[in-house]
T-cell receptor, first 110, second 114 residues
């Protein structure tokens, strides 16, 4: 069956450093992969979409890569700030249904 | 843009009771999704509508769960004979036409079954 995996351990980094989160998938080749941010008690908020024919996408301090050979997406936040602390979810699309990973918690220490 | 709204924000119920949640999507969005999320897990797909048609339902969804989207506007999710395992955050999301479009989520309804 299709699986999408994110590191369940929280990522702790110092303010100003680059945070890198990983999303791996198996048994599927998604046409799209998205990243969302979720704060406690709130619904996820869309951040970035990357298509299978794109290697990299950027938006301000955010960068996403998509390696279809490794079946992996990396999500980078440069110059991280305490306000970036949240859970980050990746999702791939199967037809019209997005399937989410469990998310990785990012904690940015001042 | 008023966003996706869900009501209620919190619901506490006793085991065996029925509960109903409402979702009002962004008005021009054709697609509406229901997800369930428990602590430490990602959102788990429950069901999906395009306009008023329910196009897909998760195999994990028991017969106690039913969803409707009359007239292709708001949607309701009903859980009958609630069980403690139903305790979770129920999230609604909407999106415009097209695959790969971003989802706009509501703040969810937190259900606690005692």
């Amino acid at each position: 069956s299709q699986k999408i995996e994110q590191n369940s351990e929280a990522l702790n980094i110092q303010e100003g450093k680059t945070a890198t989160l990983t999303c791996n998938y198996t048994n599927y080749s998604p046409a799209y992969l998205q990243w969302y941010r979720q704060d406690p008690g709130r619904g996820p908020v869309f951040l970035l979409l990357i298509r299978e024919n794109e290697k990299e996408k950027r938006k301000e301090r955010l960068k996403v890569t998509f390696d279809t050979t490794l079946k992996q997406s990396l999500f980078h936040i440069t110059a991280s700030q305490p306000a970036d602390s949240a859970t980050y979810l990746c999702a791939f699309w199967r037809s019209y249904i997005p399937t989410f990973g469990r998310g990785t918690s990012l904690i940015v220490h001042p | 843009d008023t966003g996706v709204s869900q009501d209620p924000r919190h619901k506490i119920t006793k085991r065996g009771q029925n509960v109903t949640f409402r979702c009002d999507p962004i008005s021009e969005h054709n697609r509406l999704y229901w997800y369930r999320q428990t602590l430490g897990q990602g959102p788990e797909f429950l069901t999906y509508f395009q306009n008023e048609a329910q196009l897909e339902k998760s195999r994990l969804l028991s017969d106690r769960f039913s969803a409707e989207r009359p007239k292709g506007s708001f949607s309701t999710l009903e859980i009958q004979r609630t069980e403690q395992g139903d305790s979770a955050m129920y999230l609604c999301a909407s999106s415009p036409e097209g695959s790969g479009e971003k989802l706009f989520f509501g703040s969810g309804t937190q259900l606690s079954v005692l």
